[in-house]
């Protein structure tokens, strides 16, 4: 570790804005504009967030003012309500996403997409080229009988071809669903059997490092149980071919000519169902609108992540991550766009940075464990290539201060922006922009136009301690709704029965005074130790420091009769490393040292992996529900994790007895 590394501390100022940045950013131009045609002056991030979440018709028709969103009739208002749920959004008005995605014709000739693969040759797809095949594939599905309102479904990697026909569905009003091709096929049938689709596009294989992968298998055991699929599409990526299944290729090639198109829909048209994890029951079906995802990502890529046509984006996903569609949004700011599919970790650490220096990336994606295992192995990306990125995002859990030393040690000047959201609203709730500095540890403040806060039980807002992150005025990509759920109910269960009227997250936050904050693990996950709620990150940022511990899942099994319970400390240690005496006792240590004696926990005990779904997101309450008796079949479906057997330790410590204490489900 260099000096550089151990000088830093949480809260402390890993990157300040330019002194010119009011005339380098987007979000400064969108400020001059603001001054100049609404008369409106404004210079920091704090009074431009105030106004933001205060003014919502004034901000959100200035952003579709300042981006030219294009519609085919005039909106009648642009917030009718902003009771929760219920606000609409721009009624009247007349749109597409796909149109804004594909392009003004000045950008034909230049590079739209490169797609990078460990199964076939590199891909280079320009602005025209991605739009003759979106023209080409509407065509093609409408000639399979696709109308607006039909679901196409897409069982892909994350390649060119899902891209095309996610675009080309929008430019129908059908709306588009997928599935990473890793899904079992339990997890794609309790997804799409919601949407029923009408058509299923599918890859019979790919290469994830050096291994061929078939899913012919799965592929056919899917489309056996979805009698709505008229019709099954194989992208023919890989060498593996799907019997009995249309030619993507040929559907192209019969299209020669075809001329683009795109239906305009209102703005909370359907778009893209997107689907929750499905760890602890059915996978929530969240529909998202045309409008809402258009402007959210207009207002996202080009204020907070300060992206414009000169940018490259590189950020490692699979087609079942809303960072699959936040990606591609890159389009819309005329952005280009690097699709990645394969084994981010083959042949070794360094193949995503070596793209990055590849592709000219400038803005790149890195999660915070991948950023650590970077760390921990001493990678330098120093000697990699030339590496142009300038805005290095992260997101799915907390990067400790650690993580921000070593990425300003190796990208000198770049900023840092970690932030925090969800598929719920298919963006971020917190994260950095270019007005604001980047603390270590630290998200630096709320996203504009988010009314974010952290509220207590009783629903106050609180600052300095940790509390429910709540969003409480309306954004536009808040969800339409979920599918199949006529009457709202469900909905209005997962985000605002808590407190009425608030949109509830579901993640344990603090805020600081200087609207900085972090975010401390799932609320449903918290410890309530003696009364205390602590968060899991906390933990996961000290333990996974000790040497010896390469993973860890933190587990507070609460006493009914109000005691401090027993805290049970999951970890998976370093290859060559085992949990032995000496390891336990520096853990006991850190966790002393760094955090307190409350967070010492009760037991250590090593596992093979910690169980994630198959975003990577660590699962601490199907643990801990498992360990509390509860069956695993009726807390988490094995197609959903990352690892099917990581809960067998879990299950095996449950029925051994070897707990000292068991607290009721």
Request: hydrophobic content about 40%; charged content about 25%.
């Amino acid at each position: 570790m260099s000096a550089t590394q151990q000088q830093i501390e949480q809260g402390d100022i890993v990157w300040t804005p330019p002194t010119d940045v009011l005339s380098t950013s987007r979000v400064g131009e969108f400020l001059a504009w603001l001054a100049r045609e609404r008369g409106l002056e404004m210079t920091n991030h704090d009074e431009l967030w105030r106004w933001s979440v205060t003014d919502l018709d004034g901000f959100w028709s200035a952003v579709w003012e300042f981006f030219g969103v294009r519609s085919h009739a005039a909106y009648d208002a642009v917030l009718t309500s902003r009771e929760m749920p219920g606000a609409r959004w721009f009624p009247g008005a007349l749109l597409n996403y796909a149109e804004h995605a594909l392009g003004a014709d000045e950008d034909l000739d230049r590079v739209a997409v490169l797609g990078r693969s460990q199964t076939r040759d590199d891909v280079e797809l320009t602005f025209g080229d991605l739009r003759d095949q979106v023209a080409r594939a509407r065509a093609a599905l409408i000639r399979l009988g696709v109308r607006r309102g039909d679901r196409v479904a897409g069982y892909l990697p994350n390649i060119p071809e899902a891209l095309v026909a996610y675009l080309a569905t929008a430019s129908l009003g059908a709306t588009w669903a997928s599935c990473a091709s890793e899904f079992g096929p339990r997890s794609v049938i309790d997804r799409f059997a919601q949407i029923e689709p009408v058509v299923l596009l599918v890859a019979g294989g790919y290469r994830y490092g050096a291994k061929d992968i078939d899913r012919r298998e799965q592929v056919a055991e899917i489309r056996a149980e979805l009698p709505s699929v008229r019709h099954v599409i194989d992208v023919e990526y890989g060498p593996h071919r799907v019997d009995d299944a249309l030619s993507w290729t040929a559907l192209l090639a019969a299209e020669e000519g075809a001329e683009i198109a795109f239906e305009p829909v209102p703005f909370d048209h359907p778009l893209v169902v997107l689907f929750s994890s499905g760890t602890t029951g059915r996978p929530k079906a969240i529909v998202h609108g045309h409008g809402g995802v258009l402007l959210e990502h207009l207002k996202n890529h080009g204020l907070s992540w300060d992206m414009g046509p000169e940018d490259r984006m590189l950020w490692f996903s699979t087609t079942a991550w809303m960072m699959w569609n936040a990606l591609v949004s890159s389009l819309l700011v005329r952005s280009s766009i690097v699709m990645v599919d394969g084994n981010p970790m083959h042949p070794d650490l360094t193949w995503q940075w070596r793209l990055a220096a590849e592709t000219g990336a400038t803005v790149m994606g890195a999660s915070p464990g991948f950023v650590m295992a970077c760390r921990k192995e001493g990678v330098d990306l120093r000697t990699l290539g030339e590496l142009r990125v300038r805005v290095l995002g992260s997101a799915g859990a907390p990067l400790p201060p650690e993580g921000y030393a070593w990425l300003r040690e190796q990208l000198p000047g770049a900023q840092i922006n970690v932030g925090s959201g969800g598929t719920d609203v298919c963006s971020g709730i917190v994260q950095n922009n270019p007005l604001l500095p980047v603390y270590a540890g630290e998200i630096s403040g709320r996203c504009l136009g988010v009314d974010a806060h952290a509220f207590d039980e009783s629903g106050r807002p609180v600052t300095g301690e940790l509390g429910e992150l709540v969003i409480t005025s309306p954004m536009p990509s808040m969800p339409v709704g979920f599918w199949g759920d006529d009457d709202g109910s469900r909905y209005r269960s997962a985000y605002f029965d808590h407190y009425p009227g608030v949109w509830r997250h579901g993640d344990w936050i603090l805020f600081h005074d200087n609207g900085s904050c972090h975010v401390a693990g799932r609320s449903d996950a918290t410890l309530n130790r003696g009364g205390v709620r602590l968060g899991t990150a906390e933990f996961y940022r000290v333990a996974e420091e000790v040497d010896g511990v390469a993973d860890s899942l933190v587990v507070h099994l609460e006493d009914p009769d109000g005691g401090n319970g027993e805290l049970l400390l999951f970890v998976v240690t370093d290859e060559g490393s085992r949990l032995d005496d000496q390891l336990r006792a520096r853990l006991v240590g850190a966790l002393r040292s760094a955090l307190s004696p409350r967070h010492i926990p009760d037991e250590v005990i090593e596992v093979p992996a910690v169980p994630r779904n198959l975003t990577g997101k660590k699962l601490e309450l199907p643990a801990k529900r498992i360990l509390q008796g509860v069956r695993p079949e009726d807390v988490a479906s094995r197609d959903a994790l990352a690892d099917p057997a990581s809960l067998d330790p879990f299950v095996a410590l449950a029925t051994s007895g070897a707990l000292s204490r068991r607290s009721s489900s």
